[in-house]
């Protein structure tokens, strides 16, 4: 998901991501990638959070998926029942380019902090020294936990943007979408370390139409619920009529994976 391109050179830097039914390349969980356009060799990794030396907060822990989570066969049924809570909680969320290409800024969700790693032009693995941890402040969310992901460069500042997820009380049975809202911080770069000023925040319990217009009546809303733990939480599938056995199983839950500017 996270992606950053070093134009001076040429040099495209690519995050491993936690998604359910997909595994890691060789570098794992932690692992952030640089691709030279000008060159054939395969993508090398540029650094690996989980390497040991690193300051606190920088590392995104292990893969939770055990041997034989992930099809070995693209035929084969693919269950990967680890992924299913890992997703938007651990491993590497956005990554964004300072303005002068030397330092990448990276959404650690395991920690919840943003990641200032110094990476010059052309990028070279970072030392510890390189790196400077910031963690993110704590909103006040009610009965949830402020889970970030997006981050953006923009005019001399660093944009960080998460939601809070509504997830702590939920059981299967009592939804209170007004849990849920997201947030938009400023960082200045310039500034003591964990420098973060609140420039927005809205919530999330607004009509958001169909998920899904399949079934004729029985159709599935769009909007957002708190997040779940367990693949049980979301209740038995949704039958649709002239399908037989077969229904579909909606559940949407926020996350704020991006922020832009015009």
Same mark, same amino acid.
Not at 4 to 28: D, E, W
């Given at each position: 998901?996270?992606?950053?391109?070093?134009?001076?050179s040429? %040099?495209?830097m690519?995050?491993?991501?936690v998604k359910?039914? =997909?595994g890691?390349? %060789?570098?794992?969980?932690?692992?952030?990638? !640089?691709?030279?356009?000008d060159?054939?060799a395969?993508?090398? =990794?540029?650094?690996?959070?989980?390497?040991?030396?690193?300051? @606190?907060?920088?590392?995104v822990?292990?893969d939770?998926?055990?041997?034989?989570?992930?099809a070995? *066969?693209?035929?084969?049924?693919?269950?990967?029942?680890?992924?299913?809570?890992?997703?938007?909680?651990?491993?590497?969320?956005?990554?964004?380019?300072?303005?002068?290409?030397?330092?990448?800024?990276?959404v650690?969700?395991?920690?919840r902090a943003?990641?200032?790693? !110094?990476?010059?032009?052309?990028?070279?693995?970072?030392?510890?020294?390189?790196?400077?941890?910031?963690?993110?402040? %704590?909103?006040?969310?009610?009965d949830?936990v402020? !889970?970030?992901?997006?981050?953006k460069?923009?005019?001399?500042?660093?944009?960080?943007?998460?939601?809070?997820?509504?997830?702590?009380?939920?059981?299967?049975?009592n939804?209170?979408?007004?849990d849920? %809202?997201? @947030?938009?911080?400023?960082?200045?770069?310039?500034?003591p370390?964990?420098n973060?000023?609140? =420039?927005?925040?809205f919530?999330?319990d607004?009509? !958001?139409g169909?998920?899904?217009?399949a079934?004729?009546?029985?159709?599935? @809303?769009?909007?957002?619920?708190?997040?779940? *733990?367990?693949?049980?939480?979301?209740?038995?599938?949704?039958?649709?009529?002239?399908?037989?056995p077969y229904?579909q199983?909606?559940?949407?839950?926020?996350?704020?994976?991006?922020i832009?500017f015009?």
């Amino acid at each position: 998901w996270g992606l950053a391109y070093q134009r001076s050179s040429r %040099t495209l830097m690519a995050a491993a991501v936690v998604k359910r039914h =997909v595994g890691f390349g %060789t570098g794992g969980i932690g692992a952030i990638y !640089r691709i030279d356009r000008d060159r054939v060799a395969a993508p090398a =990794v540029l650094v690996d959070l989980n390497a040991s030396g690193y300051p @606190s907060g920088v590392a995104v822990g292990p893969d939770p998926r055990s041997p034989g989570d992930l099809a070995i *066969n693209e035929a084969d049924p693919s269950r990967d029942p680890a992924a299913f809570d890992a997703v938007g909680k651990i491993g590497i969320g956005g990554i964004a380019l300072s303005e002068d290409e030397e330092t990448l800024w990276v959404v650690n969700l395991t920690s919840r902090a943003l990641l200032e790693i !110094r990476i010059g032009v052309p990028p070279v693995t970072p030392t510890a020294a390189d790196i400077t941890v910031h963690p993110l402040p %704590t909103p006040a969310c009610s009965d949830g936990v402020f !889970r970030p992901w997006a981050v953006k460069m923009y005019a001399g500042q660093v944009y960080v943007g998460g939601v809070c997820s509504g997830e702590l009380p939920y059981a299967g049975k009592n939804i209170d979408t007004t849990d849920l %809202t997201a @947030s938009i911080y400023r960082h200045d770069p310039d500034g003591p370390t964990g420098n973060f000023t609140e =420039v927005f925040s809205f919530p999330l319990d607004y009509p !958001r139409g169909r998920a899904s217009n399949a079934g004729g009546g029985n159709r599935a @809303s769009a909007a957002w619920l708190p997040w779940i *733990n367990e693949w049980s939480d979301i209740g038995p599938p949704m039958v649709l009529p002239g399908q037989g056995p077969y229904g579909q199983t909606i559940y949407p839950q926020p996350m704020l994976t991006s922020i832009d500017f015009d």
